[in-house]
């Protein structure tokens, strides 16, 4: 168990041998890519590290002492993972720094075994809930970016087209989805808001199979798109869509459809009020 002038022993050693600690710490590194970004990385890292241990708060790293030491990681964590580097290799970066810091211990305290184990052990326990945290946190951070991405992916695989001046067609592709179906509603209702468009098009010709939840989220967004005063046409109704829509009985009868985009198109300027 360290003791309080361990830590304060330790926190001292550090400060005074920090530019040798990060220099070894570096070369553990593999990869060489981003040496400034790593190196600034250590120095921060090593500052809050020694005023957390100088605080007297060393038997956990979940006090407020270490606050600066968590914001530290967390931003090493966000940007790791903001660069693509895997979780295993963001962990490893803060548990390197125990070679460096083991072998300052080696040459300080190696005359003395019992007082060099005890403060390698306990150093060592604290940079591995530190290097546990910093796991947790990257994974938060790359679950976040992930979450960006897909939602991004979303948002693009659901552009909604203006056709003529008052008429917007959302052409969909692939498989909808709740979440895919979210986007396409917000989509289609803020591009009613932003071009004052009186007639919406949804063309599902790209839309592999209909079932009863396809029939949902398309009749859900034909809603919101009346209560925005749309008026909604669907197109893209295949021979194989209209029979598998009879036969699970889903009620279209309020909802225009028309086989193609080109004929909705056409009912669409045919509408009073079309420019």
Known sequence: MMTKDDALQLSGLVRENMEAICADWQMAQPARAQAEQTRTQCGHFLQAYADALASGDFAHTDGRSWNDVRRVLDEVSASRASAGSSSSATATFIFSVKQPLFRLLRERFGAEPARLASLSWAAGVLIDQ??????EVFQKSRDRIVARQQRELLELSTPVISLWEGIIALPLIGTLDSARALVVMEN?????VASGAHTAIIDISGVPTVDTLVAQHLLKTIAAARLMGAHC?????????AQTIVHLGIDLDNVPTRATLAEAFTAALDRPGAA
């Open 130 to 135: 530190l290097g546990l945290y910093t796991l």
């Open 188 to 192: 289609l209702l803020d591009k009613i």
């Open 233 to 241: 046409i669907l197109s893209g109704i295949r021979p194989q869509i």
